[in-house]
């Protein structure tokens, strides 16, 4: 049996971590290269490191600080935004990151994510799901840019592309529950996780341990990932895991 694994998300914009409520209003949550030091220690399993403006400024991601923060990590790390080609991905796997993550380029070129999965494997290959919900498909939409610009894809559709194509993992964003801080979007979730073959990391809406419970048991999931609740010190991983662990939930 796979242990279930506990992810904060560094959202990166102009050098700096930043977190806000379903993709807006954000606010400043400190330098990258404490956070990712401070998680590592913390007992985090993995890192993700987003940098959130990258694709909607058309411009590539931010390689120094990727490498300062790979420099205080001995965890896995994962690196998304502004990733439009195998030369970005080169760069960032170079840099020091373990796993690229793909949102736009891969909804734009989906040959990227054969690319990026014949070259590296399809362990190195994420791919990052921005999904809100839409009355008129009635499921959920795919969504680039940041957020900012609704698809043609219908989420589990795309999933199962992305998955057919060579990714290797799902980072799966609720952006109806980003930052809500009341729970993950189950529905979605397990949606998702019953629809592909590969690990699916559910995000947006962690505001307690109990959160990450229902997304393992009841969603599927196979990691949980979190912003705000452990930035602003609310919880932290080694309370989340504890939790997890005295209600029987296999955690690293």
């Known amino acids: 049996m796979l242990t279930k694994r506990i992810i904060p998300c560094l959202d990166v914009k102009d050098g700096r971590v930043v977190k806000g409520i379903q993709f807006v209003s954000l606010r400043d949550a400190g330098d990258p290269v404490e956070l990712a030091a401070?998680?590592?220690?913390?007992?985090?399993?993995?890192?993700?490191?987003?940098?959130?403006?990258?694709?909607?400024?058309?411009?590539?991601?931010?390689?120094?600080?990727?490498?300062?923060?790979?420099?205080?990590?001995?965890i896995p790390f994962t690196v998304g935004g502004g990733i439009n080609s195998l030369a970005d991905m080169k760069k960032i796997l170079r840099a020091g990151a373990d796993k690229v993550s793909l949102n736009t380029a891969a909804v734009l070129r989906p040959d990227l994510i054969n690319e990026g999965s014949d070259y590296f494997g399809a362990q190195c290959i994420v791919i990052a799901i921005d999904a809100r919900y839409d009355?008129?498909?009635?499921?959920?939409?795919?969504?680039?840019?940041?957020?900012?610009?609704?698809?043609?894809?219908?989420?589990?559709?795309?999933?199962?592309?992305?998955?057919?194509?060579?990714?290797?993992?799902?980072?799966?964003?609720?952006?109806?529950?980003?930052?809500?801080?009341?729970?993950?979007?189950?529905?979605?979730t397990k949606a998702v996780s019953e629809a592909v073959s590969v690990p699916v990391i559910a995000s947006g809406g962690a505001g307690n341990a109990e959160h990450f419970q229902e997304a393992f048991e009841e969603g599927k999931a196979d990691a949980g990932l979190a912003a705000s609740i452990f930035h602003y010190k609310e919880t932290s991983v080694k309370e989340v895991k504890t939790f997890l662990k005295q209600q029987g939930v296999v955690v690293r």
């Open 135 to 188: 009355d008129e498909l009635g499921s959920w939409r795919v969504y680039t840019h940041g957020g900012r610009k609704p698809t043609e894809w219908e989420v589990i559709d795309w999933a199962k592309e992305a998955v057919t194509r060579g990714a290797g993992e799902i980072l799966l964003t609720s952006m109806d529950c980003d930052g809500e801080k009341q729970g993950f979007n189950i529905a979605l």
């Open 38 to 74: 401070f998680y590592d220690q913390e007992g985090a399993d993995e890192l993700v490191f987003l940098d959130i403006s990258a694709s909607h400024e058309g411009r590539e991601t931010i390689v120094d600080v990727v490498q300062a923060v790979a420099g205080s990590l001995a």
